[in-house]
């Protein structure tokens, strides 16, 4: 008598349970559907909706309609004189400026937020760069490169496409007839789902986020105009809009334009990264060091604050009183500078 009174009231728990289970799953989807319900509405009436975590750009720290896990693409980008004006610069959410050769930069472009179909001119790889572009595990694009660097991308493991093996080709690369190489070389981002797919890389990555916070955790010095001296010959400057609460740039007292629009280049974080440069060979190429620390200056929303840069993990990050030192959302252009005579100002 008593195993059918228990047979009977184990029956009468799992039946209570099954019941509670299909109803949490009911209202679970009723609200999701709630959801979707009112992001159509709002959206219908032009209306901002609501963006969980998971659906923020990590480079950038701003709200994304979709899903964030594409793959970054990093790009080698000219900028030598004969080169200006960019294409593909304004949208990109980090830009790296580093020295080349001789007196002469050259930018590391990572793309996430924004794709652009068209980035360039696209210009050979250097050692450094294809590290900093590790750190973020994106696809490394470039232009050629002396036989041994070609080599020490390929050991290096990174993912990479070669324009030298595409030249031309009107589905990954095509070189414009208004300029002379080695300033005409142009990426076709069209192309890149094809390159993928054929190399065997992986077309999404998780993307750990940059840390962000609406506003600076410290208070530096009035930036509202900014001055980085690569060399007598090299310069570049930053100039504060108070309006947008961005910084314009501009390169040896010329504004930083895109070429097709005319659009100025304005970035909400500028960090300056000093650190030792040697020279190597008779063609002027370097050895940067991205791996000690130092000294830095980090300049958002109308000043500036000096830092300690420190390589985690492969990035190169802001750091005071040994706590990371957060960007605010959107663009960040990150320039690194030789420790002499890297010269920095603000006004």
């Known amino acids: 008598m008593r195993k059918i009174v228990w047979l009977i009231l184990a029956a009468i728990i799992m039946f209570v349970l099954t019941a509670c289970a299909n109803s949490a799953e009911d209202d679970s989807k009723q609200e999701h559907q709630d959801k979707e319900e009112t992001k159509i509405e709002k959206e219908g009436k032009g209306e901002a909706t609501e963006t969980s975590d998971e659906n923020v750009y990590p480079l950038t720290g701003e709200p994304a309609d979709g899903l964030v896990d594409h793959r970054i693409l990093s790009v080698m980008v000219n900028n030598h004189s004969d080169a200006r004006p960019q294409t593909g610069l304004s949208k990109a959410d980090i830009v790296y400026e580093v020295l080349a050769e001789g007196p002469i930069t050259r930018f590391l472009?990572?793309?996430?937020?924004?794709?652009?179909?068209?980035?360039?001119?696209?210009?050979?790889?250097?050692?450094?760069?294809?590290?900093?572009?590790?750190?973020?595990?994106?696809?490394?694009?470039?232009?050629?490169?002396?036989?041994?660097?070609?080599?020490?991308?390929?050991?290096?493991?990174?993912?990479?496409?070669?324009?030298?093996?595409?030249?031309?080709?009107?589905?990954?690369?095509?070189?414009?007839?208004?300029r002379k190489a080695p300033?005409?070389?142009?990426?076709?981002?069209?192309?890149?789902?094809?390159?993928?797919?054929?190399?065997?890389?992986?077309?999404?990555?998780?993307?750990?986020?940059?840390?962000?916070?609406?506003?600076?955790?410290?208070?530096?010095?009035?930036?509202?105009?900014?001055?980085?001296?690569?060399?007598?010959?090299?310069?570049?400057?930053?100039?504060?809009?108070?309006?947008?609460?961005?910084?314009?740039?501009?390169?040896?007292?010329?504004?930083?334009?895109?070429?097709?629009?005319?659009?100025r280049v304005a970035v909400d974080n500028v960090f300056i990264v000093k650190t030792e440069h040697q020279v190597v060979d008779d063609a002027g190429r370097r050895e940067i060091d991205l791996k000690s620390g130092g000294e830095g200056y980090l300049v958002q929303q109308g000043q500036m604050i000096e830092v300690e840069w420190k390589n985690k993990g492969g990035r190169i990050l802001p750091f005071k009183d040994g706590e990371a030192v957060s960007f605010v959302p959107g663009k960040t252009w990150v320039n690194i500078v030789p420790d002499q005579p890297g010269i920095v100002t603000a006004e």
Do not use: C, W
Not at 142 to 170: P, R, T
Not at 201 to 208: L, R
């Open 183 to 263: 300033h005409n070389s142009y990426l076709l981002t069209s192309g890149l789902d094809a390159l993928l797919e054929k190399k065997g890389y992986d077309s999404s990555k998780e993307v750990e986020p940059l840390p962000f916070a609406d506003k600076p955790a410290f208070d530096g010095q009035s930036a509202q105009q900014v001055r980085v001296a690569y060399d007598e010959l090299e310069t570049v400057s930053y100039t504060y809009d108070p309006e947008s609460g961005q910084y314009k740039r501009s390169s040896d007292g010329e504004p930083t334009i895109e070429k097709e629009t005319n659009e």
């Open 109 to 178: 472009a990572l793309f996430h937020s924004e794709i652009p179909e068209v980035v360039g001119p696209v210009r050979s790889a250097r050692p450094y760069y294809f590290k900093l572009a590790s750190g973020y595990d994106a696809l490394y694009v470039y232009h050629g490169a002396a036989a041994f660097i070609n080599e020490m991308v390929k050991d290096s493991g990174i993912d990479f496409a070669d324009g030298a093996l595409h030249d031309n080709d009107g589905k990954l690369f095509k070189r414009s007839t208004d």
